[in-house]
Protein backbone atom coordinates (compact mmCIF):
# COMPACT_ATOMS: atom_id res chain seq x y z
CA UNK A 1 0.00 0.00 0.00
CA UNK A 2 3.09 2.41 -0.44
CA UNK A 3 4.34 4.56 2.09
CA UNK A 4 2.85 4.53 5.88
CA UNK A 5 0.63 7.67 6.17
CA UNK A 6 2.09 11.12 8.61
CA UNK A 7 -1.32 10.92 9.92
CA UNK A 8 -4.35 9.25 10.47
CA UNK A 9 -8.08 11.49 10.30
CA UNK A 10 -11.64 8.91 11.24
CA UNK A 11 -15.07 9.83 11.34
CA UNK A 12 -16.76 8.35 14.23
CA UNK A 13 -20.24 7.69 14.18
CA UNK A 14 -20.38 4.62 11.15
CA UNK A 15 -16.99 4.74 10.67
CA UNK A 16 -15.16 3.65 13.96
CA UNK A 17 -17.88 2.84 16.19
CA UNK A 18 -19.93 0.04 15.55
CA UNK A 19 -23.82 0.67 15.13
CA UNK A 20 -23.98 0.67 19.38
CA UNK A 21 -22.11 3.31 19.20
CA UNK A 22 -19.10 1.10 20.93
CA UNK A 23 -15.26 0.76 20.35
CA UNK A 24 -13.97 -2.69 19.87
CA UNK A 25 -11.09 -3.75 21.47
CA UNK A 26 -9.66 -3.93 18.70
CA UNK A 27 -10.12 -0.89 16.93
CA UNK A 28 -9.12 0.60 20.68
CA UNK A 29 -5.69 -1.21 20.47
CA UNK A 30 -5.06 -0.30 16.97
CA UNK A 31 -5.16 3.73 17.43
CA UNK A 32 -3.18 3.24 20.49
CA UNK A 33 -0.40 1.32 19.10
CA UNK A 34 -0.38 3.52 15.78
CA UNK A 35 0.04 6.50 18.30
CA UNK A 36 2.50 4.96 20.57
CA UNK A 37 4.78 4.77 17.06
CA UNK A 38 4.56 8.35 16.68
CA UNK A 39 1.63 8.45 13.98
CA UNK A 40 -1.32 11.06 15.07
CA UNK A 41 -4.77 9.96 15.14
CA UNK A 42 -7.24 12.65 14.83
CA UNK A 43 -11.36 12.16 15.78
CA UNK A 44 -13.08 14.32 12.64
CA UNK A 45 -16.61 14.34 13.30
CA UNK A 46 -19.89 16.18 13.29
CA UNK A 47 -20.26 15.63 16.84
CA UNK A 48 -19.69 18.56 19.22
CA UNK A 49 -17.33 18.65 21.91
CA UNK A 50 -19.92 17.69 24.80
CA UNK A 51 -20.32 14.34 22.55
CA UNK A 52 -16.67 13.30 22.74
CA UNK A 53 -16.62 11.82 26.60
CA UNK A 54 -18.51 8.64 24.91
CA UNK A 55 -16.30 8.08 22.88
CA UNK A 56 -12.48 9.05 24.79
CA UNK A 57 -13.96 6.31 27.59
CA UNK A 58 -13.34 3.61 25.18
CA UNK A 59 -9.99 5.02 24.01
CA UNK A 60 -6.79 4.50 26.05
CA UNK A 61 -6.15 8.07 25.89
CA UNK A 62 -8.24 11.21 24.41
CA UNK A 63 -7.34 11.98 20.84
CA UNK A 64 -7.16 15.55 18.94
CA UNK A 65 -10.69 16.16 17.15
CA UNK A 66 -12.22 18.23 14.73
CA UNK A 67 -15.86 18.99 15.78
CA UNK A 68 -18.87 20.27 13.92
CA UNK A 69 -17.89 19.38 10.51
CA UNK A 70 -14.87 21.53 10.78
CA UNK A 71 -15.49 24.31 12.82
CA UNK A 72 -13.73 23.37 15.71
CA UNK A 73 -10.42 21.97 16.42
CA UNK A 74 -10.29 20.52 19.98
CA UNK A 75 -6.97 19.59 22.62
CA UNK A 76 -8.72 17.12 24.69
CA UNK A 77 -5.49 17.35 26.65
CA UNK A 78 -5.47 20.39 27.70
CA UNK A 79 -9.47 21.04 27.56
CA UNK A 80 -8.50 23.52 24.75
CA UNK A 81 -10.40 24.55 21.71
CA UNK A 82 -7.22 25.56 19.49
CA UNK A 83 -9.31 27.64 16.32
CA UNK A 84 -13.54 28.05 16.10
CA UNK A 85 -15.19 29.63 12.56
CA UNK A 86 -18.78 30.43 13.80
CA UNK A 87 -21.74 31.58 11.87
CA UNK A 88 -22.23 34.86 12.93
CA UNK A 89 -25.61 36.29 14.55
CA UNK A 90 -26.01 38.40 11.28
CA UNK A 91 -25.16 35.02 9.09
CA UNK A 92 -27.18 32.74 11.17
CA UNK A 93 -30.46 35.17 10.97
CA UNK A 94 -30.12 35.60 7.19
CA UNK A 95 -29.87 31.76 6.92
CA UNK A 96 -32.84 31.27 8.98
CA UNK A 97 -34.91 33.40 6.99
CA UNK A 98 -33.84 32.13 3.87
CA UNK A 99 -34.98 28.45 5.07
CA UNK A 100 -38.12 29.52 6.71
CA UNK A 101 -39.51 30.75 3.24
CA UNK A 102 -38.42 27.66 1.28
CA UNK A 103 -39.15 24.97 3.55
CA UNK A 104 -42.11 24.36 5.28
CA UNK A 105 -42.47 23.92 9.17
CA UNK A 106 -38.34 23.86 9.72
CA UNK A 107 -37.33 24.29 13.04
CA UNK A 108 -33.73 24.96 14.49
CA UNK A 109 -31.00 24.38 16.51
CA UNK A 110 -28.02 25.97 17.36
CA UNK A 111 -24.44 24.36 18.64
CA UNK A 112 -22.80 27.23 20.36
CA UNK A 113 -20.35 28.31 22.92
CA UNK A 114 -17.79 26.10 20.67
CA UNK A 115 -20.50 23.45 20.45
CA UNK A 116 -20.25 22.61 24.25
CA UNK A 117 -23.91 23.75 24.59
CA UNK A 118 -26.84 23.92 22.45
CA UNK A 119 -30.11 25.99 22.30
CA UNK A 120 -33.38 24.37 20.33
CA UNK A 121 -36.49 25.87 18.95
CA UNK A 122 -39.49 24.44 22.02
CA UNK A 123 -40.56 22.46 18.36
CA UNK A 124 -37.31 20.76 17.31
CA UNK A 125 -37.22 17.31 18.10
CA UNK A 126 -33.89 15.97 20.04
CA UNK A 127 -33.01 12.71 19.96
CA UNK A 128 -29.79 12.24 21.64
CA UNK A 129 -29.06 14.31 24.84
CA UNK A 130 -32.29 16.17 25.61
CA UNK A 131 -31.76 16.03 29.58
CA UNK A 132 -28.04 17.28 29.13
CA UNK A 133 -27.72 20.23 31.44
CA UNK A 134 -25.84 21.64 28.58
CA UNK A 135 -29.15 21.87 26.45
CA UNK A 136 -32.00 24.52 26.73
CA UNK A 137 -34.90 25.56 24.55
CA UNK A 138 -35.22 28.84 23.98
CA UNK A 139 -38.41 31.22 23.50
CA UNK A 140 -37.57 33.57 20.45
CA UNK A 141 -35.78 33.06 17.41
CA UNK A 142 -34.04 36.02 18.15
CA UNK A 143 -32.36 34.36 21.61
CA UNK A 144 -31.80 31.22 19.46
CA UNK A 145 -29.64 33.74 16.83
CA UNK A 146 -28.32 35.78 19.36
CA UNK A 147 -24.97 33.90 19.65
CA UNK A 148 -22.42 32.66 17.48
CA UNK A 149 -22.71 29.08 16.67
CA UNK A 150 -20.52 26.75 15.05
CA UNK A 151 -23.40 24.65 13.32
CA UNK A 152 -27.25 25.71 12.67
CA UNK A 153 -29.29 22.47 12.57
CA UNK A 154 -32.61 22.08 10.11
CA UNK A 155 -35.28 19.80 10.01
CA UNK A 156 -38.27 19.80 9.14
CA UNK A 157 -40.42 16.28 9.72
CA UNK A 158 -39.51 13.29 7.90
CA UNK A 159 -37.71 14.08 4.70
CA UNK A 160 -35.68 12.21 2.35
CA UNK A 161 -31.62 13.33 3.33
CA UNK A 162 -30.66 13.65 0.22
CA UNK A 163 -33.11 15.40 -1.72
CA UNK A 164 -33.29 17.80 2.09
CA UNK A 165 -29.65 18.71 2.01
CA UNK A 166 -30.08 19.47 -1.81
CA UNK A 167 -33.33 21.60 -1.09
CA UNK A 168 -31.29 23.64 1.70
CA UNK A 169 -27.86 24.40 -0.20
CA UNK A 170 -30.18 25.42 -2.85
CA UNK A 171 -31.90 28.21 -0.88
CA UNK A 172 -28.43 28.89 0.68
CA UNK A 173 -26.75 29.86 -2.45
CA UNK A 174 -23.09 29.83 -0.93
CA UNK A 175 -24.10 31.71 1.96
CA UNK A 176 -23.38 28.74 4.01
CA UNK A 177 -21.99 24.79 3.57
CA UNK A 178 -24.77 22.39 3.95
CA UNK A 179 -24.64 18.54 4.64
CA UNK A 180 -25.47 15.78 6.30
CA UNK A 181 -24.53 12.61 8.23
CA UNK A 182 -27.73 10.70 8.99
CA UNK A 183 -30.31 9.28 7.50
CA UNK A 184 -33.01 11.05 9.88
CA UNK A 185 -33.58 14.04 7.77
CA UNK A 186 -31.02 16.50 9.71
CA UNK A 187 -29.44 19.38 7.97
CA UNK A 188 -26.19 20.55 9.05
CA UNK A 189 -25.28 24.22 8.32
CA UNK A 190 -21.91 25.77 8.33
CA UNK A 191 -20.31 28.72 8.09
CA UNK A 192 -19.23 29.44 4.05
CA UNK A 193 -15.59 27.41 3.53
CA UNK A 194 -15.97 25.05 7.22
CA UNK A 195 -15.56 21.71 6.20
CA UNK A 196 -13.90 18.34 7.94
CA UNK A 197 -11.58 18.76 4.98
CA UNK A 198 -10.77 22.48 6.42
CA UNK A 199 -10.57 21.62 9.70
CA UNK A 200 -7.81 18.39 9.02
CA UNK A 201 -5.97 20.77 6.48
CA UNK A 202 -5.93 23.36 9.23
CA UNK A 203 -4.55 20.92 11.86
CA UNK A 204 -2.33 19.20 9.36
CA UNK A 205 -1.01 22.53 8.53
CA UNK A 206 0.25 23.32 12.28
CA UNK A 207 1.93 20.11 12.44
CA UNK A 208 3.75 20.92 8.56
CA UNK A 209 1.66 17.51 7.19
CA UNK A 210 1.00 17.98 3.85
CA UNK A 211 -2.64 16.20 2.34
CA UNK A 212 -0.43 13.75 0.27
CA UNK A 213 0.68 11.97 3.75
CA UNK A 214 -3.22 11.91 5.15
CA UNK A 215 -5.38 8.45 5.10
CA UNK A 216 -8.65 9.57 5.92
CA UNK A 217 -12.19 7.51 6.99
CA UNK A 218 -15.75 8.13 6.32
CA UNK A 219 -19.10 6.87 5.91
CA UNK A 220 -21.54 10.20 5.00
CA UNK A 221 -21.41 12.71 2.68
CA UNK A 222 -20.03 14.99 5.36
CA UNK A 223 -17.05 12.71 4.82
CA UNK A 224 -17.14 13.76 1.35
CA UNK A 225 -14.74 17.08 1.40
CA UNK A 226 -11.88 15.14 4.18
CA UNK A 227 -11.38 12.16 1.67
CA UNK A 228 -11.43 14.20 -1.06
CA UNK A 229 -8.77 15.61 0.23
CA UNK A 230 -6.60 13.51 2.00
CA UNK A 231 -3.79 11.56 0.17
CA UNK A 232 -5.59 8.83 0.74
CA UNK A 233 -9.72 8.55 1.18
CA UNK A 234 -10.61 4.89 2.25
CA UNK A 235 -14.58 4.15 2.83
CA UNK A 236 -15.94 1.65 5.36
CA UNK A 237 -18.09 -0.87 3.25
CA UNK A 238 -21.42 0.43 4.90
CA UNK A 239 -20.81 4.11 3.48
CA UNK A 240 -23.38 6.67 1.88
CA UNK A 241 -22.78 6.36 -1.90
CA UNK A 242 -21.93 9.39 -2.32
CA UNK A 243 -18.49 8.49 0.14
CA UNK A 244 -18.36 4.99 -2.40
CA UNK A 245 -18.01 6.69 -5.25
CA UNK A 246 -15.41 9.09 -4.21
CA UNK A 247 -13.29 7.15 -2.46
CA UNK A 248 -9.96 5.52 -3.29
CA UNK A 249 -10.26 2.26 -1.44
CA UNK A 250 -13.28 0.82 0.26
CA UNK A 251 -12.61 -1.38 3.71
CA UNK A 252 -14.86 -3.99 5.74
CA UNK A 253 -18.02 -1.90 7.33
CA UNK A 254 -17.86 -0.51 10.93
CA UNK A 255 -19.54 -3.47 12.16
CA UNK A 256 -16.66 -5.05 11.10
CA UNK A 257 -13.92 -3.32 12.32
CA UNK A 258 -13.20 -2.16 8.88
CA UNK A 259 -11.25 0.65 10.26
CA UNK A 260 -8.95 -1.40 12.14
CA UNK A 261 -8.45 -4.07 9.66
CA UNK A 262 -7.05 -1.50 6.73
CA UNK A 263 -4.71 -0.09 9.64
CA UNK A 264 -3.34 -3.55 10.81
CA UNK A 265 -2.47 -3.96 7.08
CA UNK A 266 -1.24 -0.23 6.39
CA UNK A 267 0.88 -0.31 9.35
CA UNK A 268 2.45 -4.41 9.74
CA UNK A 269 0.39 -4.81 13.01
CA UNK A 270 0.10 -8.39 13.23
Known amino acids: MGEAPRLVAT??????????????PRTA??????SARGTPVVLVTGRPIRWLKLVYDQLAEPLPAICANGAVVYDPAADEVLRADPLAPELLAEVARRLRAEVPGVSFAVEIVDSREMRHETHYPLRWDADHGAIRAVETPEELLAAPAVKLLARAGTQDPDAFVALVAGALAGLAEATHSSYSGLVEISAAGVTKAAGLAWYCSRREIDAIGVLAFGDMPNDVPMLTWAGRGVAVANAHRAVLDIADEVTAANTADGVAAYLEQVFGLG
Open 11 to 24: DIDGTLLRDDWTLS
Open 29 to 34: EVLARI
